[in-house]
């Protein structure tokens, strides 16, 4: 290391010393000139690649042409600076030489290390520094292997180096921190990592990953050296764990004797030193690896002494895990329990599907926990138990694999896995339920639906979702039987997950659209203003997607019953409402009609261009204007209203909402072409300008 220190800090004198002889040279100064000469000759005489190894380079300097009597011939600042730029453009083609052979011992060591040959990736990455001791991924790819190696103090070193070369070095500071957290230097490892997030500050959710993982590897040190302290100091509990663990080693015993066992060592690890001990003392490795209980978890017994077994042996599991992340870890490295975990979801016996239930819902309540079972358990197995457990029907039960399911699904890597084998795994367990809905299970639906919202979130489960022909078949069911039981609540969280959904254009929707807003109208009139507010949102997506449907609604009053909403309702039901007043108006003359009817100077759109801020209920306003104009005799029924300055407002709005301007524009330009009066409030008003510039808009 301090020889690297040296030749760097070598290089840098020398560029200082030819800034000062090239400044020297110029100078106007016959004496400081020739002095400058001087310093060159000794310089140039001198000059040879910079050492880059411990090996002595020192050569003789055999080329005439360089000794120091050039100055005295030929002395001249032009010379100097010709001989200089040789020299450079020398150095340039060797770099790029020595650059090519680097970069292609990279490459071969980058194949070494995916191979896992670590030693010899370090061989190959250290010839290449020998190339070219600038070249950072080098450093970062030779600390990568050392890190492999359990070399962390090299990694350290090599990651030092490349920082060196571009301090803004994330790989390099990523690395180390690694190797920090390796030699257990916590404060250390932090401060690489939290430098990543001063640099990128993008990387504020992986880099918090890995503070936690620091987090966690410091508690796991600290409760072991605690547990220790304790079993070295003869503590009672502390020395029962182990004597305990050592008895229940022993094979050949019956059921009874190991589940007393596991049943007085559950009271033994209640607190962090117990957990601690038994993880120590490979309590993990003794149960599963003893195969009387092994066969009670596979569920190949079923008399109720080894029911009684497979209980104790999932309490001890969430015992000796609560609370504790390193035991939580290496629950789900085991693959017995990993799988029983799972498989035990779809046991007949209560009391073995409740503490499955409970240890999944310890692993669910925390991202460190949730990362560790979507990398461990069979995901699409998981999922797909737990909607059995849905549809048992047994309350308690019930909601806990509900909370699971909607806890997991917050984390993207679980939306991935589910991906596949989404079908069999959520899609037909929970158009299953909606089909039977009851009132024994309709408490647990809201919740369910909520669930299956977060799954939605993922565009390709949403799609999934969309373009499910027997997953709009139940909700239309789902739809009218809550509707005839009034089920509220269950209601209200489908028309939001229905809200969502439909977003997306799908010939399935299109199927479905009339029976599905058929429903969505019979619900605009209940007395729950948050239904009426989905129903209507439910109604502002399908609808654009189907003229039938539109047609549909049209006759079924929907004109007039939006007119309504739009008096007095909140801001999300204005949204919802406007929107689809202005699908029907786009598309129906008769939809126009029966707006007029209601509202013959079109008071209600006046008042919403007059009072909201939303751009959505702005634009939507506007464009419903727009497509009334085009009835004969509309606009001269607006002579003296405040139509006019109202668009004008909005024409010459804010420049980032491009759509109301547009909207507006458009509005404008067909009240004055049906009723050119308007056109000298327009002039009075100077509109004509604001007209004129939002032409852009349309180009």
């Known amino acids: 290391m301090t020889d690297k220190l040296e030749d760097f800090d070598s290089f840098l004198q020398n560029v200082d010393k030819i800034n000062e002889i090239v400044k020297d040279l110029n100078s106007s100064d016959v004496e400081v000139q020739q002095k400058a000469m001087e310093k060159a000759d000794c310089h140039i005489a001198g000059l040879d690649e910079p050492c880059r190894t411990k090996v002595n380079k020192t050569t003789v300097n055999t080329n005439p042409q360089l000794q120091p009597s050039w100055s005295l011939q030929n002395g001249s600042p032009d010379n100097f600076m010709k001989i200089m730029e040789r020299d450079a453009e020398d150095r340039r083609v060797r770099r790029m030489a020595r650059v090519k052979k680097a970069t292609a011992l990279k490459e071969k060591g980058n194949e070494a290390y995916a191979r896992e040959e670590y030693e010899t990736a370090v061989r190959y990455y250290s010839d290449g520094l020998d190339e070219l001791r600038d070249m950072q991924q080098l450093y970062t790819n030779r600390a990568q292997a050392f890190i492999k190696l359990g070399r962390y103090e090299e990694a350290i070193s090599d990651c030092e180096w490349a920082l060196k070369c571009n301090e803004r070095c994330i790989k390099a500071y990523l690395h180390m921190g690694k190797a920090y957290l390796a030699l257990k230097k916590y404060n ?15 990387r504020q959710k992986m880099i918090k990953e890995y503070l936690t993982q620091v987090d966690l590897e410091e508690e796991r040190e600290s409760q072991e050296l605690h547990a220790m302290q304790e079993f070295d100091k003869g503590d009672v509990k502390a020395t029962t764990v182990p004597q305990l663990l050592e008895k229940l080693s022993r094979p050949g015993h019956m059921p009874f004797y190991y589940y007393g066992g596991f049943e007085i060592l559950s009271e033994a690890v209640t607190d962090c030193t117990g957990q601690t001990l038994f993880r120590l003392n490979n309590g993990f490795s003794v149960i599963s690896s003893n195969d009387m209980v092994r066969s009670c978890l596979m569920q190949k017994m079923e008399d109720p002494h080894s029911q009684e077994l497979c209980v104790s042996v999932l309490k001890l599991w969430r015992v000796v895990c609560s609370g504790n992340d390193e035991n939580q870890k290496m629950l789900m490295r085991c693959p017995v329990s990993r799988e029983s975990i799972v498989d035990l979801l779809t046991s007949e016996h209560v009391a073995v599907r409740k503490e499955c239930l409970t240890i999944l819902c310890l692993y669910s309540q925390m991202p460190h926990g949730r990362r560790l079972a979507i990398d461990n358990l069979n995901v699409h197995m998981l999922v797909r138990n737990l909607m059995v457990c849905i549809t048992r029907q047994e ?14 699904a917050a984390e993207n890597k679980f939306c991935i896995q589910l991906r596949n084998a989404l079908t069999e795994s959520v899609i037909f367990p929970f158009t299953t339920i909606l089909r039977n809905i009851s009132k024994s299970n309709q408490h647990v639906l809201p919740s369910l639906i909520s669930a299956v919202g977060r799954l939605t979130q993922d565009d390709i489960i949403c799609h999934s979702f969309a373009r499910d022909p027997e997953c709009w078949k139940a909700f239309v069911l789902a739809i009218r039987q809550c509707s005839a039981c009034e089920y509220k609540e269950v209601l209200y969280s489908m028309l939001g ?9 799908s010939p399935v929707i299109q ?7 058929d429903c969505c109208l019979g619900l605009l009139r209940d007395k729950d203003g948050g239904v009426v507010t989905r129903a209507t949102g439910v109604l502002s997506t399908v609808l654009s997607q189907s003229s039938e449907a539109l047609q549909h609604v049209i006759q079924g009053d929907v004109v007039r019953i939006l007119s309504r909403l739009l008096k007095g309702t909140g801001q999300s039901a204005t949204k919802y409402a406007i929107k689809t007043l202005t699908v029907c ?22 008042h919403l261009l007059g009072s909201s801020c939303d751009e959505m209920v702005s634009g939507n306003a506007c464009l419903c204007l727009a497509y009334c104009l085009e009835l004969e005799g509309i606009a001269s029924s607006l002579l003296g209203t405040d139509i006019v300055p109202l668009l004008l407002r909005h024409a010459a709005g804010d420049a980032k909402r491009t759509a109301v301007q547009q909207n507006a524009a458009i509005a404008l330009g067909k009240l004055c072409r049906s009723e050119p009066r308007h056109v000298n409030k327009l002039r009075e008003l100077h509109g004509l300008e604001i007209l004129h510039s939002c032409m852009k808009l349309f180009r």
């Open 188 to 202: 250390e490892c932090r401060n690489c990592f939290e430098r990543i997030v001063e640099i990128e500050p993008w």
């Open 395 to 408: 309350q308690q039960q019930e909601n806990t694999a509900v909370n699971i399911l909607e806890n997991f």
């Open 511 to 517: 199927e479905h659209a009339v029976s599905l807003c």
């Open 585 to 606: 108006t786009a598309a129906s003359r008769l939809a126009r009609e029966e707006l007029l009817k209601t509202d013959k100077k079109l008071s209600i759109l006046r």
């Open 497 to 505: 997950l229905l809200i969502n959904l439909s977003t997306i254009t």
